[in-house]
């Protein structure tokens, strides 16, 4: 059976990292002083510790209880899993509470876990004890929005041999139906939001027993900090944002087409600026190429199992298909790199079996994978929703600024705005005000992190945030993506040790010119100068 819909799956969630705005128009959730809540241990942890983790580290789980709705004293609480390294340090010292991203992601994973190493996160735990908190909604607490029925939804329309239209009434309906499921069991959807966000975090604080914190936090996390630093700032010792994109912007998606457009003319301009690459690549002409191997239309595609011969499924590959895969490759640093390469394999005019079947392996394997009903990475899709319809809701493909931009990032922005405006008008979450959609400007020292290639959140927005405020450091890596500490950037890591040990000391950045950057993969699999690819790669 053939199918000519590109079975769209409501999840434009790739941790583009970006973010969201506050709250207010609901019960005070941020009055300035920490709000009541309590700890409780647990007997066993949420996981083992991965096996290159020292084992004598000392640890302990539990959860932080605080209010589902601050202000509504219906009694309803959350609980929030915490996983809490001890540093056998003076607990005075202001411990660092690291926050993940998404949102939607879980802090208390193997691959976070795994960043306890001694060269790594081992540096800060010498120091100071490390506390790893979920936020609301997410895989480790007591109301886990997640609605894995969506991530199923493409291989049932499959199945089904569903048109578009018909796709798109699945995925309302069972997206309609987790909601139910959830205010059936009392769950208040719209105090989940990144202002009772951060009063959870300030929460958390309290119920540990720490006068201050160090807050650490990664993409979607780098932005709730912000609203950390905004309602509690005399809780912060110091913030340090890895991925960060402003408080100021208006939509979720607005800039989506505008930043992968920069991402695009970023990647040209290094490779005219590397000999080999320039010699060798003209990446705009490529892109071009590429997407032009679909000026007819959809592709037919046929995919069969490797791990069962007997299993195939056929459909079309489309120019959307086509543009998530360079999106995807500029969120590594090898795929970056190999971006042209690939896009020279791609789009060899009237040779469309090399494009067929690597855009064919990628989406064949997802459709099969969706028949596991599970969200990517542990990421909870219904809160990632809720927080982002009710800070940044996205509204309509008109919200995505496109003045400038060429067809891959157009394509790519109005692509991902579609996915948003359908879960947001299902969701119908109160909207948080423009008053939280300012920039914050608190005397907290901070430390922002980005890549010289993050196209999630690219630098630039990163300097948006720290030209607000008055006591900012923003480094930027070349060669580098989303995210430093998940990319295990060890430049970025001993930085941020010393960060810190002194927040108001100048900082040794030397290595960040000592660490190599790597060259571009040619066609025949070398590399186009003789940097190497030393540096860990994300």
């Known amino acids: 059976m053939t199918h000519t819909t590109p079975y769209r799956m409501l999840i434009a969630v790739t941790s583009l990292g970006a973010l969201l705005a506050g709250c207010a128009g609901q019960p005070d959730a941020a009055s300035g002083s920490a709000p009541a809540a309590s700890y409780e241990p647990r007997d066993t ?109 493409a291989w049932v329309a499959y199945e089904r041999g569903l048109d578009e239209l018909e796709t ?55 932005q709730l900090g912000q609203h950390v630093m905004r309602d509690f700032p005399d809780s912060l010792q110091a913030v340090i944002l890895d991925g960060a994109n402003s408080l100021s912007r208006k939509s979720w998606v607005e800039d989506r087409a505008l930043d992968a457009e920069w991402g695009i003319d970023n990647l040209t301009s290094l490779c005219e600026a590397d000999p080999g690459c320039r010699d060798n690549y003209d990446i705009p002409r490529l892109v071009d190429a590429a997407l032009a191997q679909f000026d007819d239309g959809p592709l037919p595609y046929r995919f069969t199992d490797p791990s069962d011969p ?60 969706g028949r596991q009903a599970s969200g990517p990475a542990g990421m909870a899709m219904l809160m990632h929703f809720a ?37 947001c008008s299902v969701l119908d979450m109160e909207e948080l005000p423009d008053s939280t959609d300012r920039d914050v400007d608190v005397d907290v020292p901070v430390l922002l992190l980005s890549g010289g290639l993050d196209v999630a959140t690219p630098s630039y927005r990163s300097q948006i945030v720290a030209d607000a405020l008055p006591n900012a450091t923003h480094l930027v890596f070349p060669g580098r993506t989303h995210v430093q500490l998940s990319g295990v950037n060890l430049c970025a890591f001993d930085i941020m040790a010393q960060f810190t040990r002194n927040p108001n000391g100048s900082l040794d950045t030397s290595c960040m010119k000592e660490t190599p950057v790597m060259g571009f993969i040619l066609g025949d699999g070398t590399i186009s100068t003789d940097q190497g690819a030393t540096s860990p790669q994300d």
């Open 168 to 222: 798109e009434t699945l995925q309302v309906g069972l997206l309609e139906q987790c909601i139910d499921e959830f205010e059936a069991q009392g769950v208040n959807l719209d105090a989940y939001n990144s202002v009772e966000n951060a009063a959870d975090v300030d929460a958390a604080r309290e119920a540990l027993g720490y006068d201050r914190i160090i807050y650490y936090g990664a993409s979607y996390g780098s």
């Open 45 to 153: 942890c949420f996981t083992d510790l991965p096996e290159q983790v020292d084992d004598d580290l000392a640890f302990e789980c539990g959860y932080v209880v605080v209010p589902e709705t601050r202000g509504a004293g219906d009694g309803r609480t959350v609980e929030l899993g915490v996983m809490r390294f001890d540093s056998g340090q003076d607990e005075s010292r202001a411990p660092l509470f690291m926050l993940a991203g998404g949102p939607g992601q879980t802090a208390i994973e193997l691959d976070s876990l795994a960043l306890m190493q001694t060269r790594l996160l081992g540096q800060v735990l010498k120091d100071r004890d490390i506390v790893l908190l979920e936020q609301r909604g997410t895989r480790n607490t007591s109301v886990h929005l997640d609605c894995p029925e969506i991530q199923a939804s």
């Open 310 to 369: 007997s299993l195939a499924v056929e459909g079309f590959v489309t120019v959307d298909d086509l543009a998530g895969l360079i999106y995807e490759m500029q969120g590594s640093v090898i795929g970056a790199f190999a971006l042209p390469a690939t896009l020279e394999l791609l789009g060899t005019k009237g040779n469309t079996d090399t494009l067929v079947e690597v855009l064919g392996q990628r989406k064949g394997g997802e459709l099969l994978a």
């Open 387 to 423: 927080m982002v319809c009710s800070d940044d809701p996205v509204h309509s493909t008109d919200d995505v600024i496109t003045d400038g931009t060429g067809a891959y990032a157009t394509r790519h922005g109005i692509f991902l705005a579609e996915e948003y405006v359908l879960a």
